[in-house]
């Protein structure tokens, strides 16, 4: 197997490291680098878990290999909150809205959220829904997760 070396940027820092040409983003950055909040679950892009942002993008990390990051900006649920504790917008309004239970879901949906309201965007409800669409949770039953999307898009609903 053949290995590359990778540049790349997350949770703002710099990381470099080597990795195998078949390694997943999502590995690399759970074993690599650190960041647990990366859940894998299904491994075919499917349950939405390991959902991160590549350069401002709604990514499974899963389905990208870490070769493909190299000179990206990657950012994922830990590096959300600012360096004293407090919340981003987003992790702030899943708190306010009970959004999570067994939480294995909730890094994905969080950064999915992130994506879909960066830069002040207002989304629909439609288009609320067709970015939640692609996360599977059992145990919210998916109203906590709505109301915080709502909320975070200025959305009555």
């Known amino acids: 197997m053949s290995d590359h ?3 790349l940027t997350v949770d703002g820092g710099p990381v ?3 990795v195998e040409a078949r390694q997943t983003l999502g590995e690399f950055l759970r074993d690599g680098c650190g960041r647990t909040g990366v859940h894998l ?3 075919h892009g499917v349950c939405g878990a390991c959902t991160v942002i590549v350069d401002g993008k ?3 990390s899963c389905l990208m290999l870490a070769v493909q990051a190299d000179g990206t900006e990657v950012t994922t649920a830990q590096g959300l909150a600012a360096p004293d504790g407090t919340l981003s917008p987003v992790q702030q309004a899943m708190m306010d809205e009970h959004a999570l239970q067994c939480g294995f879901c909730t890094p ?3 950064m999915t959220m992130t994506a879909l309201t960066a830069g ?3 989304p629909t409800e439609a288009e609320i829904k067709a970015a939640m669409s692609g996360h599977l949770c059992r ?3 998916y109203q906590g997760i709505m109301r915080a999307a709502r909320k975070l ?3 009555n609903a």
């Open 120 to 122: 002040g965007a207002r």
């Open 108 to 110: 994905g949906v969080v």
């Open 16 to 18: 470099s490291k080597t």
């Open 153 to 155: 898009a200025g959305v």
């Open 58 to 60: 709604a990514v499974r």
């Open 139 to 141: 145990c919210t039953g």
């Open 5 to 7: 070396k990778i540049r």
């Open 41 to 43: 679950g299904c491994e």
